[in-house]
């Protein structure tokens, strides 16, 4: 017998080894998630992906599926749970979704979408963030980062060179450059890299590219983000 968990009233299977966030996406279920990426170690930090297990409450990407498990992803209460920490992602940084280029290939606005996210909520911080234009291809505006650790994980993981990282903790945690300026046209970082390419928000810019596709025919214009095939072993962003 194959193993298997509920999810929602649905019998799906998984392969040993595989973690809730890992099964799902396999039987074509969308858990909402802003920091996971099947080719990086899963990490956590998002925690929109956070479900209830046999009545306690797990994050999806780490937690290993087990046999039997009962497994509640999209319920009201969940949701609406989901939905404050997005609405708080949005009022912590700078997210104008108007004016930004990448309105419609947005991780974060799509999610905002699909959970009825209607306004913001919270106050607005304001946090007084730089920008980092020095290098020749990227851009990078700190102001909308999320601290999903995408481009952090990739970098390492992927590109082995290890351009970004975490500083601080709390409130106080920002994204930093590892180079003695801490700008980003002092490392070895290349619009080639995997990190330049995993953002889920506009905080990692390719330059002059911003609206090569017209606002209203990007990814999640044409479809709502659960809605959207992600294969377990190739996520796209």
């Given at each position: 017998?194959s193993?298997?968990i509920t999810?929602d009233?649905?019998?799906?299977?998984?392969?040993?080894?595989?973690?809730?966030?890992?099964?799902?996406?396999?039987?074509?279920?969308?858990?909402?998630?802003?920091?996971?990426?099947?080719?990086f170690?899963?990490?956590?930090?998002?925690?929109l992906c956070?479900?209830n297990?046999n009545?306690?409450?797990m994050?999806?990407?780490t937690?290993?599926?087990?046999?039997?498990?009962?497994?509640?992803n999209?319920?009201p209460?969940?949701n609406?749970?989901?939905?404050?920490?997005?609405q708080?992602?949005?009022?912590?940084?700078?997210?104008?979704?108007?004016?930004?280029?990448?309105?419609g290939?947005c991780k974060l606005?799509?999610?905002?979408?699909?959970?009825?996210?209607l306004s913001p909520?919270f106050?607005?911080?304001?946090?007084?963030?730089?920008v980092?234009a020095?290098?020749?291809?990227?851009?990078?505006?700190?102001?909308r980062?999320?601290?999903c650790?995408l481009?952090?994980?990739?970098?390492?993981e992927?590109?082995?060179?290890n351009?970004f990282?975490?500083s601080?903790?709390g409130?106080s945690s920002r994204?930093?450059?590892?180079?003695?300026?801490?700008?980003?046209?002092?490392?070895?970082?290349?619009?080639?890299?995997?990190?330049?390419?995993v953002c889920?928000?506009?905080?990692i810019?390719?330059?002059?590219?911003?609206y090569?596709t017209?606002?209203?025919?990007r990814?999640f214009?044409?479809k709502?983000?659960?809605?959207?095939?992600i294969?377990?072993?190739?996520?796209q962003a």
């Amino acid at each position: 017998m194959s193993n298997s968990i509920t999810l929602d009233g649905k019998v799906i299977p998984f392969k040993e080894g595989q973690t809730i966030m890992d099964a799902s996406l396999a039987a074509g279920i969308y858990i909402p998630h802003l920091c996971h990426d099947p080719e990086f170690t899963p990490h956590g930090s998002c925690k929109l992906c956070t479900v209830n297990v046999n009545g306690r409450h797990m994050t999806s990407c780490t937690m290993p599926a087990d046999n039997g498990m009962v497994v509640e992803n999209n319920t009201p209460a969940i949701n609406d749970d989901r939905k404050a920490l997005v609405q708080m992602l949005f009022v912590e940084g700078n997210h104008t979704c108007p004016s930004c280029e990448v309105s419609g290939n947005c991780k974060l606005q799509a999610t905002a979408y699909y959970l009825e996210m209607l306004s913001p909520h919270f106050t607005h911080l304001y946090q007084p963030r730089a920008v980092d234009a020095s290098h020749s291809e990227i851009f990078l505006d700190f102001n909308r980062c999320i601290l999903c650790e995408l481009c952090v994980r990739a970098s390492r993981e992927v590109d082995g060179k290890n351009v970004f990282g975490i500083s601080g903790r709390g409130i106080s945690s920002r994204l930093v450059v590892n180079s003695e300026s801490g700008k980003l046209r002092d490392t070895n970082f290349a619009v080639t890299d995997k990190a330049a390419h995993v953002c889920p928000t506009g905080a990692i810019l390719i330059k002059r590219q911003g609206y090569r596709t017209p606002i209203g025919h990007r990814i999640f214009d044409e479809k709502k983000i659960d809605e959207i095939k992600i294969e377990p072993d190739n996520e796209q962003a």
